[in-house]
């Protein structure tokens, strides 16, 4: 009879687990009502083939309470993942900094570089700051899903469409997933070869090699006049799937512009046009299309995106746009062009991103700030959390790294990739706490540092060059 209990209660146990299982992404935005009064919105993204649903989510303003908030919409997006949306409404006590966050058993199963995902507590949160001054904020938003399919040995290139209403600038950093209470998840890896460009928001991987589903976490921090005014983390999940038809390609960019940092941008001023082409192109697939996200179709805004010429295999559009004076500002209006193919009942995505910049001759002073003071946080962090420290940073000609946690942390290399994910320079640093970096031929630029030991990639950050 013991026996038979015992083995009702691991049965039980394991459906507990099983029917819990469902979590694949999901971030967490809100908006100023008035004075110290806040709209919440909490998004999910949800395997349908799950038994676990949540018509009603525990959320935590970050002031000590909590309520219980009921689910508003539920909708099937692309590849047939379930996107559930809760709001609710919050009086804060004063002007502070608050961290807003969900709970929820479980992520999915079978994630690559979280060891037992199944059992992993899914967690998203945001950082709301009230200022003391009458100066309030919204947070960022998204046009797109953060749950991404991509082709195994495929280049990748994939972007949440982020925009901010208050028109603040943004800056974008890959961090890991967290578990309950803000907790570091043991054991997880970054997906090797992984970056982020910073200024557009764009996620790069050059090359999966493996087949599966991976979890990362995107940090999008809003700054305003040289302050930090907030910042959201979206837990995204990366599916790597097998794949053989050709990879579609996007045609007719010579006429784009490329800024310094190698991204596609325009400077125009106000009442002034922009028209550019844009295809799509496979050569045998029936179901191709390109769509377009951004601020410039929000709104009063009349930005249009529209069909110019659809055949088998390919698709032509032309974005066409007419700021006036209400768009000037220094950061600029992101647009997320996305080619979309379906092949095997997968649907498969590949983004384009423009910044469109509005200014008149009054903009004299638009240097970026955002990243710099993200770097400088970043840098804080890792001399409190892992004992690490550049200096300097900035630097022209060398810096040195010291750890002064070396022998609990055995890091053996030192990893240097630029913003679009190229490995530049790559260091071995086996037993020794101080090592010196030279700028060799590097150009000046914004530049990502992985420390790697034999287990995974356990600490980065970033480095600035200047001439």
């Given at each position: 009879?013991?026996r038979?209990?015992?083995?009702?209660?691991?049965?039980?146990?394991?459906t507990?687990?099983?029917s819990?299982t469902?979590?694949?992404g999901g971030s967490i935005?809100?908006?100023?009502?008035?004075?110290?009064?806040?709209?919440?919105?909490?998004f999910t993204?949800?395997?349908p083939?799950?038994?676990?649903?949540?018509?009603?989510?525990?959320?935590y303003w970050g002031?000590?309470?909590s309520?219980?908030?009921?689910r508003i919409?539920q909708?099937t997006?692309?590849?047939?993942i379930l996107?559930?949306?809760?709001?609710g409404?919050?009086?804060?006590?004063s002007?502070s900094?608050?961290?807003i966050s969900v709970t929820?058993?479980?992520r999915n199963?079978?994630i690559?570089?979280?060891?037992?995902?199944?059992?992993?507590i899914?967690?998203?949160?945001?950082?709301?700051?009230?200022?003391t001054i009458?100066?309030f904020n919204?947070?960022?938003?998204?046009?797109a899903p953060?749950?991404f399919?991509?082709?195994?040995g495929?280049?990748?290139k994939?972007?949440?469409?982020a925009?901010?209403?208050?028109?603040?600038?943004?800056?974008?950093?890959l961090?890991?997933?967290?578990?309950?209470?803000?907790?570091?998840?043991l054991g997880?890896?970054?997906?090797?070869?992984?970056?982020?460009?910073?200024?557009n928001?764009e996620i790069?991987?050059?090359?999966p090699?493996?087949?599966?589903?991976?979890?990362?976490?995107?940090?999008?921090?809003e700054?305003?006049?040289g302050?930090k005014v907030?910042?959201?983390i979206?837990?995204?999940q990366?599916?790597?799937?097998?794949n053989?038809?050709?990879a579609?390609?996007f045609q007719e960019?010579?006429?784009?512009q490329?800024?310094?940092?190698?991204n596609?941008?325009?400077k125009i001023?106000?009442?002034d046009s922009?028209?550019l082409?844009?295809a799509?192109?496979?050569?045998?697939?029936?179901?191709i299309?390109i769509e377009?996200?951004?601020?410039?179709?929000?709104?009063?805004?009349?930005?249009t995106?529209?069909i110019?010429s659809?055949?088998n295999?390919?698709s032509?559009?032309?974005?066409?746009w007419?700021?006036?004076?209400?768009?000037?500002r220094?950061?600029?209006?992101?647009?997320?062009?996305?080619?979309?193919?379906?092949?095997?009942s997968t649907?498969?995505?590949?983004?384009l991103?423009?910044m469109?910049?509005v200014?008149d001759?009054?903009?004299t002073?638009?240097?970026?700030?955002?990243n710099?003071?993200?770097?400088?946080?970043?840098?804080q962090v890792?001399i409190?959390n892992d004992?690490i420290?550049f200096?300097p940073?900035p630097?022209n000609?060398?810096t040195k790294?010291?750890?002064?946690?070396?022998?609990?942390?055995?890091?053996?290399?030192l990893t240097?990739?630029?913003?679009?994910?190229?490995?530049?320079?790559s260091?071995?640093?086996?037993?020794k706490?101080?090592v010196?970096?030279?700028?060799?031929n590097?150009?000046?630029?914004?530049?990502?540092?992985h420390?790697?030991n034999d287990l995974?990639?356990i600490?980065?950050?970033?480095l600035?060059?200047?001439?």
């Amino acid at each position: 009879m013991k026996r038979i209990i015992i083995l009702l209660i691991i049965l039980v146990s394991c459906t507990l687990i099983a029917s819990a299982t469902h979590n694949m992404g999901g971030s967490i935005i809100y908006k100023h009502i008035s004075n110290l009064t806040y709209e919440i919105t909490v998004f999910t993204y949800t395997d349908p083939s799950s038994s676990a649903d949540r018509p009603i989510l525990e959320l935590y303003w970050g002031d000590g309470s909590s309520d219980s908030i009921t689910r508003i919409s539920q909708v099937t997006t692309g590849n047939n993942i379930l996107k559930n949306t809760y709001k609710g409404i919050h009086t804060y006590p004063s002007s502070s900094n608050y961290i807003i966050s969900v709970t929820d058993p479980n992520r999915n199963s079978n994630i690559l570089n979280i060891p037992n995902s199944v059992n992993v507590i899914f967690y998203i949160e945001s950082e709301l700051i009230i200022p003391t001054i009458n100066d309030f904020n919204n947070s960022v938003d998204f046009l797109a899903p953060p749950i991404f399919n991509c082709k195994l040995g495929r280049p990748f290139k994939h972007s949440l469409s982020a925009y901010d209403i208050d028109g603040d600038e943004l800056s974008f950093e890959l961090i890991p997933p967290k578990k309950e209470s803000g907790q570091s998840i043991l054991g997880y890896v970054f997906p090797d070869s992984l970056s982020i460009n910073i200024i557009n928001g764009e996620i790069v991987w050059n090359s999966p090699h493996l087949l599966g589903s991976y979890v990362v976490a995107l940090k999008i921090t809003e700054c305003r006049n040289g302050v930090k005014v907030g910042s959201v983390i979206v837990d995204i999940q990366i599916n790597v799937v097998l794949n053989s038809f050709p990879a579609a390609q996007f045609q007719e960019l010579s006429a784009w512009q490329i800024d310094t940092n190698n991204n596609y941008s325009v400077k125009i001023t106000p009442n002034d046009s922009i028209q550019l082409n844009l295809a799509y192109y496979d050569g045998f697939t029936s179901t191709i299309d390109i769509e377009a996200y951004g601020e410039a179709f929000i709104g009063s805004n009349n930005g249009t995106f529209q069909i110019d010429s659809l055949s088998n295999g390919y698709s032509r559009k032309i974005f066409k746009w007419n700021p006036d004076a209400t768009n000037i500002r220094c950061s600029p209006y992101i647009i997320t062009f996305r080619g979309s193919v379906n092949q095997t009942s997968t649907e498969f995505n590949k983004d384009l991103t423009l910044m469109v910049y509005v200014h008149d001759q009054s903009m004299t002073n638009c240097d970026s700030t955002c990243n710099t003071l993200l770097i400088s946080v970043r840098d804080q962090v890792d001399i409190e959390n892992d004992n690490i420290l550049f200096y300097p940073n900035p630097f022209n000609s060398q810096t040195k790294i010291i750890i002064s946690n070396f022998n609990e942390t055995n890091y053996n290399r030192l990893t240097i990739y630029n913003l679009w994910g190229e490995k530049v320079n790559s260091i071995p640093i086996s037993n020794k706490n101080e090592v010196i970096i030279t700028r060799d031929n590097l150009p000046s630029g914004i530049y990502i540092y992985h420390l790697e030991n034999d287990l995974s990639n356990i600490a980065s950050g970033k480095l600035i060059i200047t001439d």
